[in-house]
């Protein structure tokens, strides 16, 4: 797909953006609230929603445009209509509503100073703690959303339970990554592999990569329940192999690709960097870890980084081989996967597509 035709598909599925908003002003006004809230709404609407990759909202369309379009040859045998796509586009933003909820609340309990680019919410002049009652109000328009437009459908309690199982899946992720990383408590023998699998798996896949393809498959109608665990074993992990691609970033990604500033070392984060140093690290270099890492001191970033960058740790060079793997393993899972009513492995190839080798 050329870089046109990437834009054009950004730019239809940022035009449903409008309604939704309105939509949920219109409520607001029909409950008597005043002007100013109104305003506030709408400026955290499009502050938090709408400014990143919405590669999980895109993701919706493309997924129910490969389920309804495309015949087992994967041909295009027709298009979305007005209707089908509006709906796949207003499921696809209430993932990024879920996102925008997540990140609101992360930034502030991470004490984050940009996102995207921009400041985080809580830090924008007048907002501060304000954003704690934002981020609710973020997650609660989805179930608005849901309520108005698909309260009449067969699968509209589907949809309202993969939203709270996923949700809460995503914050059980969040709670083990707070207690085994606390900001003001470092303590790096907490710290695993196997605890950053854990903590990726529930933060990240499940409403980053499994959430958007099973909400389209519940729009077309697949109600064969191993379809949905035929999708899940994919896509949690293409969801580990993606945040472990953001890990790295944080760490060797500039502010200008990845849309803020990278703080994991910094905040005590219990990333893959600093857990495939702890597998490779000297005694010297782990004294060294143990001292450094999770400080506010640009020093200690910097001789965190340098047992990084030594030859025995490697991250460059373990993360180019880790890539590869993946590659390797997320393919062959998808090549073996077997293929049924409402599983194309098109969708799956489509997703990996779109994170493989990112650069932000």
């Known amino acids: 797909m050329s870089a046109a035709e990437k834009q054009a598909k950004r730019q239809r599925f940022e035009g449903v953006f409008g309604q939704i908003v309105d939509d949920l002003l219109d409520h607001m006004k029909s409950q008597n609230m005043p002007e100013a809230a109104l305003d506030w709404y709408r400026r955290s609407l499009e502050y938090n929603t709408p400014g990143g990759k919405l590669n999980r909202g895109l993701s919706v369309v493309d997924t129910v445009d490969i389920l309804l379009c495309f015949n087992d040859a994967n041909e295009r045998t027709r298009e979305l209509s007005e209707k089908e796509y509006f709906e796949a586009a207003l499921l696809g933003w209430c993932v990024e509503l879920l996102q925008a909820y997540f990140l609101v609340a992360d930034d502030m309990m991470d ?14 002049d007048g907002v501060g703690n304000i954003a704690i009652n934002d981020a609710f109000m973020l997650e609660a328009a989805i179930y608005y ?11 509209y309690v589907h949809l309202l339970e993969l939203f709270h199982d996923i949700t809460l899946q995503t914050e059980y992720g969040q709670l083990i990554d707070l207690i085994t990383a606390p900001e003001d408590h ?34 077309v109608g697949v109600e064969d329940e191993s379809a949905y665990k035929r999708a899940l074993d994919i896509l949690l992990p293409l969801g580990e192999y993606f945040q472990v691609q953001d890990d790295y970033l944080d760490c060797y990604g500039t502010p200008e690709q990845i849309g803020k500033i990278g703080t994991d070392i910094l905040d005590n984060k219990c990333s893959w960097n600093i857990n495939v140093a702890l597998a490779n690290a000297t005694p010297e270099q782990r004294k060294i870890l143990d001292e450094n890492y999770g400080q506010k001191n640009s020093e200690c970033e910097q001789r965190v980084k340098e047992v990084f960058n030594a030859p025995n740790v490697d991250i460059k060079g ?43």
């Open 111 to 124: 004490a984050s100073i940009t996102r995207r680019g921009h400041p985080c919410w809580y830090r924008v």
């Open 186 to 219: 470092v303590d790096l023998s907490k710290f695993s592999l196997d605890k950053h699998h854990l903590i990726v798996v529930y933060k990240t896949a499940y409403y980053s990569f499994y959430l958007p393809v099973a909400l389209a498959m519940r729009m």
């Open 145 to 155: 959303l849901l309520k108005k437009h698909f309260r009449e459908r067969p699968y």
């Open 318 to 360: 373990r993360f180019e081989r880790y890539e590869a793997e993946s590659y390797d393993r997320i393919h062959s899972l998808i090549r073996e996967m077997p293929e049924g009513p409402g599983v194309k492995r098109a969708v799956f190839v489509a997703f990996f597509d779109k994170v493989y080798k990112r650069s932000k």
